[in-house]
């Protein structure tokens, strides 16, 4: 069983970084692909960012590419999410997923095998 547990939201100004960190708990990290979600009020929740378990490859939402890194430490079962230039648009809570040997259709909740609770994030403008 695999438990991941977010850390890192809060408040922040437009145009500020917070780092968002990912705990996942169950062995072998590095076979799950590992995804970050976020769902604001009145809306359906939707892809943020993912890394593909093989190779590392990286993939982000249109709408914060360039702004938002997504990197794992495999020493530490731990994935992250950098946000530079936070616009208040990205307030939302920001859920952690891994999918195991995920490697197609990493953009699909429904893909992923495990989900954390969420964090919250604000960005005030």
């Known amino acids: 069983q695999v438990q991941l547990v977010e850390s890192g939201g809060g408040l922040v100004q437009a145009g500020g970084s917070l780092r968002l960190s990912c705990i996942h708990s169950?062995?072998?990290?590095?076979?799950?692909?590992m995804g970050w979600f976020r769902q604001a009020p009145g809306k359906e929740r939707e892809f943020v960012a993912a890394v593909i378990w093989s190779g590392g490859s990286t993939y982000y939402a249109d709408s914060v590419k360039g702004r938002f890194t997504i990197y794992r430490d495999v020493a530490r079962n731990t994935v992250y999410l950098q946000m530079n230039s936070l616009k208040p648009e990205d307030a939302a809570v920001y859920y952690c997923?891994?999918?195991?040997?995920?490697?197609?259709?990493?953009?699909?909740?429904?893909?992923?095998?495990?989900w954390g609770r969420g964090t919250q994030v604000t960005v005030s403008s």
């Open positions: 169950g062995r072998s990290f590095s076979t799950y692909s």
């Open positions: 997923a891994a999918g195991r040997y995920l490697s197609a259709s990493y953009y699909h909740s429904g893909r992923y095998d495990y």
